[in-house]
C-alpha cells in the first residue's frame, strides 16, 4: 500500500463525502462537496456558557436555572451524581423535559456532554427544574445559554 499526504482541506472533503454521501451533497444542491458546510448548522453566539453547580441532600423540587424574562434556557451540558436510590425529573417548569426516571440506582449518574448542540432548549421566560423523592446527596452540573 503507498502512503497518501492529503492537505487538511482535502481530509476535511473526503469526511464529508464519507459522512453524508457525495449525492446527497448533490442533491441538497452543493456544486461540489467542497461548498458544503464543515460544521454542523449550529454557529456558537460568541457568548461563553454559564455552569451552575448542582449540590442537594433533601427531597423535593429546585430551580437550578433560574427563569430570565423573555429568554430561554438552552441546556448544553448536564451531569447528575446520586449517592442513594432516588426519582427524578427535569422540568421546563413545570412540563416535564426527562420523565420520571424511577428507581435510580445509589452511586449512578447521568452525564449529557457538550456536543455542539443544545440537549434542551426551555420556553421563554420559564426556569430548569430538577424534582427528587429521596434524600441524599445529589450533585452535579448544567452549563447552560440565554438565548
Known sequence: MTPVTLTLDQEADLARRAIRGEGALLNAGFSSPAYAPAQAT??????PLT?????????????????SAGLAIRVFAFYLWS???????????TLSLTG??????????????????????LQPG???KLSLSANGVVSGFVKYRYV
Open 51 to 67: 455552569h451552575a453547580v448542582i449540590s442537594l441532600t433533601t427531597a423535593g423540587t429546585y430551580v437550578i436555572v433560574p427563569a
Open 100 to 121: 420520571l426516571q424511577k428507581a435510580w440506582p445509589m452511586q449512578q449518574g447521568l452525564l449529557l456532554p457538550f456536543v455542539g448542540e443544545p440537549w434542551f432548549e
Open 42 to 47: 449550529y454557529r456558537p453566539s460568541g457568548v
Open 83 to 93: 449517592e442513594k436510590d432516588q426519582n427524578w425529573e427535569l422540568f421546563d417548569d
Open 126 to 128: 420559564n426556569p430548569l
